[in-house]
């Protein structure tokens, strides 16, 4: 008996598709809302906007003489911390016919895409000011750069990652600078998750001191926990983000190259890597290039695995590099920002003959710096996963 089934009649049969079109995973936006310091009373309009601190003045070490008038002093110079206003946009156009013809709503897209980029736009500028090392900071009329940030670069040592007595030590060095805590007693520190993990490993493994969660020290609620917030532990208030970036800033020279049996070794004196990192090898050749997992190391060599011939050993003149973390520890005062008006949406004027283009975007114009070097402290550091 003769059957009609989906394949004898397959020209009739379509695909059923989902119309909801998913966005890409995402991290929340967070560095822009620790600028506690902002313009309050600007003179004029100007691309840079000049903030003003004052220095204290001398101790007194001498008593007062009796029979003697005191001698007046003149108030010192004030240094300056400069901020420069720049724009940023970006901006999406889409046709009348992409429109009407997808499956999936377009302009609802358009406008979560703008939105995100906006804010990881900016976002990346404010972080790349916290961790960066010229802050634009003058004393007087004389600039000063910093030469290195105000924390510690851990990659060029034996132990590489992060550890409870480098936040002991970053606390000691805010408070030794009279650094207001930024939440109440705390500070508040910001740390990719796998920095966590380490920070969190170690302080359980040696009882190096004790995580407080977040529900054990409000008072009001889950209102006063920030989004990511992990708890407390030696006096900082840690936010673990993604947005606390990777840089593949830890460089090691490669001086010899071997490939034997599939596996590659090469030589890096005193390199620090660890098994399972992620290492990206440049200044070779196409056999050796590229980003490859460690397999295994000695003090002076590493190696991972490569499907290929042999190649007898050799000298080289290459780099290898594996991703860096910043954790940023603040208090009050870090960062200020300079806004000349805030991120808004731009609706394109229509200027075809047609009616058929669209376009919609956003701006922003503004800047930010690090106020009181002082206030935040970076520790330049790997993480073992």
């Not at 003179?43 to 001698?71: I, M, Y």
């Not at 609802?108 to 972080?127: C, E, F, G, K, S």
């Amino acid at each position: 008996m003769a059957q009609t089934t989906t394949s004898t009649i397959s020209n009739l049969i379509q695909n059923s598709y989902d119309k909801l079109v998913e966005m890409q995973l995402r991290s929340e936006p967070m560095f822009r809302k620790f600028a506690d310091k902002k313009p309050v009373d600007v003179t004029n309009p100007g691309n840079t906007v000049v903030f003003q601190l004052h220095n204290d003045l001398d101790r007194v070490t001498t008593t007062l003489n009796e029979a003697t008038d005191v001698d007046t002093i003149a108030m010192k110079n004030t240094n300056k911390v400069e901020v420069t206003v720049n724009e940023w946009g970006n901006a999406l156009k889409r046709t009348e016919r992409a429109a009407l013809e997808s499956l999936s709503q377009i302009d609802p897209a358009i406008a979560d895409m703008l939105a995100y980029n906006l804010l990881d736009t900016l976002d990346h500028q404010v972080y790349l000011k916290l961790v960066g090392l010229a802050t634009g900071r003058t004393n007087g009329s004389t600039p000063a750069n910093e030469t290195v940030v105000n924390g510690v670069d851990k990659t060029a040592a034996a132990v590489q990652t992060i550890v409870a007595a480098d936040v002991r030590k970053a606390v000691a060095k805010l408070r030794g600078a009279s650094v207001q805590p930024k939440d109440g007693a705390f500070y508040t520190g910001l740390l990719h998750p796998d920095v966590s993990y380490d920070l969190r490993t170690e302080a359980a493994a040696a009882g190096a001191g004790v995580w407080r969660d977040p529900h054990t020290y409000t008072d009001s609620g889950v209102g006063s926990i920030w989004a990511g917030e992990i708890g407390v532990f030696e006096g900082v208030k840690f936010i673990e983000s993604p947005r606390v970036e990777q840089t593949n800033s830890t460089l090691r020279a490669v001086t010899t190259a071997v490939l034997t049996s599939n596996v590659v070794t090469l030589t890096s004196v005193a390199h620090g890597f660890e098994v399972g990192e992620v290492v990206t090898v440049a200044g070779l050749d196409a056999v050796y290039n590229g980003a490859h997992t460690i397999t295994a190391k000695a003090a002076d060599t590493f190696s991972y695995a490569k499907t290929n011939s042999n190649v007898a050993s050799a000298s080289v003149a290459g780099t290898a590099t594996t991703p860096d973390h910043k954790v940023i520890i603040m208090g009050k005062q870090a960062l200020l920002e300079a806004t000349t008006y805030e991120p808004k949406t731009v609706i394109g004027p229509v200027v075809d003959e047609l009616n058929r283009f669209r376009s919609v975007g956003w701006k922003y114009l503004g800047g930010w710096n690090v106020y009181r070097p002082e206030a935040r402290y970076v520790i330049t550091c790997e993480s073992s996963i």
